[in-house]
Nanobody, 127 residues
């Protein structure tokens, strides 16, 4: 059974940091593209970042560029999202998702390209 479990969310003050984890089971993340999406109350789902199966390819939304870093640890079958300099507008439920293809700069943010999704972890940033 393919399963993705996010963790690491919580309440943090603006300017603080959190590291989200996306642990996979039932399959190996290596060779797949993994993305983080988020959805704030009353807002549409937003692509945050992606680490492609293409070597060295990572993508970020403009709103998080320079503050968030995505990485993967294939030995732990886990993808991380390091979030620094958090802002109140980063408050959302964060989801990780898997694309069995090779995400590219022209399509990594398209949510229907991702076949598997986790249940989400909540991030709240207070002012």
């Amino acid at each position: 059974e393919v399963r993705l479990v996010e963790s690491g969310g919580g309440l943090v003050q603006a300017g603080g940091s959190l590291r989200l984890s996306c642990a996979a089971s039932g399959f190996t993340l290596d060779g797949y593209s993994i993305a983080w999406f988020r959805q704030a109350p009353g807002k549409e789902r937003e692509a945050v970042s992606c680490i492609s199966s293409l070597p060295g390819s990572t993508y970020y939304a403009d709103s998080v560029k320079g503050r968030f870093t995505i990485s993967r640890d294939n030995a732990k079958n886990t993808v991380y999202l390091q979030m620094n300099s958090l802002k109140t507008e980063d408050t959302a439920v964060y989801y990780c998702a898997v694309d069995r293809g090779s995400a590219t700069s022209s399509g990594w943010f398209v949510f229907w390209e991702y076949e598997y999704w986790g249940q989400g972890t909540h991030v709240a940033v207070s002012s």
